[in-house]
């Protein structure tokens, strides 16, 4: 039997180009949390990779208490409003 010389070829959808004027969305209190502290994170951990800073950040941020986690949310509430009215804006 010969074997199928065709090749199979993905074939992938065309997306739409993204309007440059849409605002950001509006970030999670972990991202905050670990945009404040993963510099002190790779100090300590200098021989730490990309990926095992960002475990070592997840277990910081899952040890916490909801008490110390409560800047960030609210950070997090304001971004998140903020996004709202800047996306009530565009429409």
Do not use: H
Request: hydrophobic share 30%; no cysteine.
């Amino acid at each position: 039997m010969a074997k199928d010389t065709k090749k199979d070829v993905k074939v992938s959808a065309k997306r739409s180009k993204k309007d440059a004027n849409t605002p950001k969305r509006g970030l999670s209190a972990y991202m905050f949390f670990s945009q404040a502290n993963r510099t002190q994170v790779k100090t300590d951990n200098p021989d730490a990779t990309f990926g095992q800073i960002g475990k070592l950040l997840g277990k910081k941020w899952s040890e916490m208490s909801d008490a110390d986690k409560k800047p960030y949310v609210e950070k997090a509430e304001k971004d998140k409003a903020r996004y709202e009215a800047e996306k009530a804006k565009m429409a």
